[in-house]
């Protein structure tokens, strides 16, 4: 098992998104948070679709609670290409 390039590369949208949204720190912070729960969940090359899909509603919700809900159709475009990616090597 080793370091999955390939599927952390596909995660890059979704964090040029998050990082576009240009939040105050403390806001960003929350964000981060979950952006690096899900790298890790990709890195190893065996993520559980479970599990990201989780972390996927977590930062969905966040982009609600946070009043940046406009920011949720481009959050979820760029999750929906990232998932495409690394279909095949969800459990």
Do not use: T
């Not at 720190?25 to 969940?41: C, D, F, K, S, T």
């Not at 159709?73 to 998932?83: I, N, P, S, T």
Request: glycine content about 6%.
């Amino acid at each position: 098992m080793g370091y999955d390039q390939k599927a952390v590369a596909a995660f890059n949208g979704v964090k040029n998104v998050a990082v576009s949204m240009q939040l105050p720190l403390m806001l960003q912070r929350r964000y981060n948070g979950i952006l690096n729960a899900i790298e890790v969940q990709v890195e190893d090359g065996r993520p559980s679709k479970e599990v990201i899909a989780h972390l996927r509603e977590a930062l969905l919700a966040l982009a609600r609670f946070d009043k940046v809900g406009h920011h949720e159709r481009a959050l979820k475009e760029a999750f929906d290409k990232f998932e495409a990616k690394i279909a095949s090597r969800m459990a």
